[in-house]
């Protein structure tokens, strides 16, 4: 029986390293947070340790398994999905790896309870200051990145492909989650930009992000291509009126 209104949702491919001491550091928050994973069928064990953990935490850990690989935002809608069925008022997302500090969870939630819909755990509010552990190379590209997106959205929010995101329920019923295109970290931005276009209020919460130190990372050329050019797509649907 669902008991909280707040659920986060962790999508997980090959996160046995991370993934019991993800589970026991959400369960530990202060604040009363349920946790849906999202396996898409990791081969190392992911989600067998997730059921595994569901005896320890009844009611409050979640799975959702899918049988392949399909990408991110997939994965994420498909939480979204699940999370809409139920009760829950404000929803989450975040990474496996640890590079989302667990402990801000709350500040999110707390944000969207009181003046926002939608609130961005912000690696560059501020500028570059708050990335731990990456290259200065892949730092700067990844903030220039963010730049760009600016730039050609109208977006005014310094962390667009943020990952750390928690949304007012009504948000995720309104952007039409069934129609984002977008598979990789372009999905990050569509979501901001249909929340912007719809009219709802985002805020930013200053994070700081710490690369993985266990797993390997999912981040391929072909997810950096389609957030580079996905914006553009973006920006001419919204002004023919297709988006």
Known sequence: MQTVPYLVI?????????????????????????????????????????????????????????????????????????????????????????????????KLIEKCESDADVCVGSRYVGGVVNVVNWPMGRVLMSYYASKYVQFITGLNIADTTAGFVCYRRNVLETIGIDDIKFRGYAFQIEMKFRSKRKGFTIAEHPIIFTDRTAGTSKMSTKIFREALFGVLELKLKSLIGKL
């Open 10 to 106: 962790i999508p997980t491919y090959n996160e046995i390293e991370n993934i019991e001491r993800m589970v026991q550091t959400v369960m530990a928050l202060p604040k009363k947070i349920d946790l849906l994973i999202v396996d898409d069928g990791s081969p190392d064990g992911t989600g067998s340790k997730v059921k595994e953990m569901q005896t320890t935490f009844q009611n409050r850990l979640h799975i959702l398994e899918r049988t392949e690989k399909n990408g991110l935002g997939t994965a994420y809608i498909a939480g979204f999905h699940w999370a809409l069925k139920r009760d829950y008022q404000f929803i989450c997302e975040m990474d496996c790896d640890f590079s989302h500090p667990v402990d801000q969870l709350p």
